[in-house]
């Protein structure tokens, strides 16, 4: 992690030390096992182009440690806490990394709910992923589009929240500005849409695809940090949200990250990513209704006058259904990428249905059985040997003790 | 009808008075868990449901005598529900289907 990022987490980190002997303390967190039977192409996070979290790379079927994660929260008043979110995860290369670690202060009006965060946090465009440390209380993987957002976007800056409860129901606006982030782009242009369940972590640099680096003539294998500042430019982000008891929720968000794209700070690029989110959400009755698209591109300018654009776009739609101690959920999504320059290797088209199966017999224990079937079509595979057109199952069972 | 605004105030202030007296009990969902999980009201009282974790909650009871469903609650958010009717009702979460409060109002 570059120096802002870096201080502004040592900083929120030293504070959270400081005082958790003066004040109220609490601590949340889970470990997560698992029996995974992996996909057949070896995962994007081993260099590969497979688009699940585990895949050829790692023996057929095996039980792992998935990761731990912590969540200490520490209050300072009715109004204000310090937050930290951290993982052990056996791919960081580092033994404990940073998720999130941010203030919140909520004060309290009449009439009104007003939030504000500072600090290096998940953006607020998921419906999905509401638990800790960018958990879905639905599946264990969540889509492309949050598993996207997870891997490659972090709020390093200061988030306003405002909402007011109405007789037509519950209005909200979110704004924030940030920095740190203008790499955010190079996975979804480089890399394409994945689905896993590990967000990078805010210090660990990331593998990028071994055949992106040898269709640029680089040398594999290579990393890329996300959260680093290279062109001094705030990038921001806006959303407002309607919900009704009873009928549902829906979200709109505009992200640009303002990133120049001529800049660059050794071989890494700032990607100007800009994009568009609308989220609907429904709770009937044991039924819950989701659904996202996104649609967006991502910029660099490599030399002057030469501007490659990916556009990008994704939408799923997800229902999940309770009954007794046990939670059923299916999702279904579409996702493609262009490249506006003729890049066709780095373009793709794909689809993935996935199911799973919770059962919550204690309030400090979940069993979740998933599986992902994920079709795609990206040219790039053509570097690693492979087939453009792949299809991959992906099989987890997982045990999470939660505290 | 209430024809002076002052007398309106009186009785808008009254109101305000009835309802944070009756705010006395509250429950927090903290650790995916309301605390505590039990509670005894009498009728017409209000509960005050108070989101203390770093995570949206939400609140629904589901029974013959009521039925209540709230918003989503971010961070901080109270939600408030009047149980006019004596009984036992379960108060539960969409999102964390294992959360589960019991309220008698007696």
Redesign the interface.
């Known amino acids: 992690m570059r120096p802002i990022a870096a201080w502004l987490s040592i900083c929120l980190v030293f504070v959270f030390c400081a005082r958790a002997g003066a004040a109220d303390f609490s601590f949340q967190g889970y470990a997560d096992f698992r029996l995974v039977v992996p996909g057949g192409e070896v995962s994007w996070l081993d260099g590969g182009l497979g688009k699940l979290r585990y895949g050829g790379a790692q023996p057929d079927p095996n039980f792992r440690f998935a990761e731990a994660v912590g969540q200490g929260a520490l209050l300072l008043s009715d109004e204000l806490r310090i937050v930290a979110v951290a993982r052990i995860e056996p791919k960081q290369r580092t033994g404990v990394d940073l998720i999130e670690a941010y203030a919140a202060w909520r004060p309290q009006l009449d009439g009104w709910l007003a939030a504000l965060k500072v600090g290096a946090f998940f953006p607020p465009f998921s419906l999905e992923n509401t638990d800790l440390g960018w958990t879905s209380p639905y599946t264990l993987t969540p889509s492309a589009i949050n598993s996207w957002v997870g891997d490659e976007l972090r709020t390093l800056g200061a988030e306003a929240h405002v909402e007011k409860q109405t007789s037509v129901g519950t209005f909200s606006l979110t704004a924030a500005i940030f920095c740190c982030n203008d790499p955010a782009g190079v996975l979804i242009a480089d890399r394409g849409w994945t689905l896993d369940d590990r967000p990078s972590g805010l210090i660990e640099n990331i593998r990028e695809p071994d055949a992106t680096l040898i269709l640029f003539g680089g040398t594999p294998p290579e990393r890329t940090p996300l959260f680093i500042e290279i062109d001094h430019r705030l990038g921001w982000y806006v959303g407002a949200s309607w919900s009704m008891a009873g009928i549902g929720k829906a979200a709109l968000y505009r992200y640009d990250n303002e990133a120049d794209p001529a800049q660059h700070q050794d071989e890494y690029f700032a990607w100007r990513t800009r994009f568009w989110s609308l989220g609907w959400e429904s709770h009937l009755d044991s039924l819950t209704l989701l659904a996202q698209g996104m649609s967006g591109d991502t910029a660099i300018e490599p030399f002057a006058g030469f501007v490659a654009v990916t556009k990008f776009k994704s939408a799923f739609v997800l229902a999940a259904y309770d009954l007794d101690d046990w939670r059923l959920a299916a999702r279904a999504e579409a996702f493609q990428t262009r490249s506006t320059v003729g890049l066709v290797p780095l373009e793709e088209d794909g689809h993935a249905f996935t199911a799973a199966a919770s059962w919550m017999p204690k309030d400090w224990l979940r069993l979740t059985g998933e599986v992902i079937a994920i079709t795609s079509r990206r040219g790039e595979r053509v570097i690693a040997g492979l087939s453009p057109q792949q299809a991959d199952t992906q099989f987890q069972l997982s045990v999470r003790f939660l505290r | 009808m209430i024809r002076h605004p002052l007398a309106l105030a009186g009785v808008l202030l009254l109101a305000s008075s009835a309802v944070h007296a009756d705010d006395l009990h509250v429950v927090a969902q ?4 309301f605390h505590p999980g039990e509670i005894s009201i009498r009728p017409g009282e209000w509960l005050t449901i108070s989101n203390r ?4 909650h ?1 609140i ?1 009871v ?1 029974s013959d005598a009521m039925n209540f ?4 609650q ?4 109270n939600v408030s529900v009047n149980f006019p009717a004596a009984g036992s009702f379960e108060v539960r979460c ?5 959360m589960s409060l019991t309220v008698h109002v007696r």
């Open positions: 903290t650790g995916r868990m974790d770093d995570f949206i939400q629904y589901k469903d709230s918003d989503e971010p961070p901080g958010q969409h999102i964390h289907p294992k």
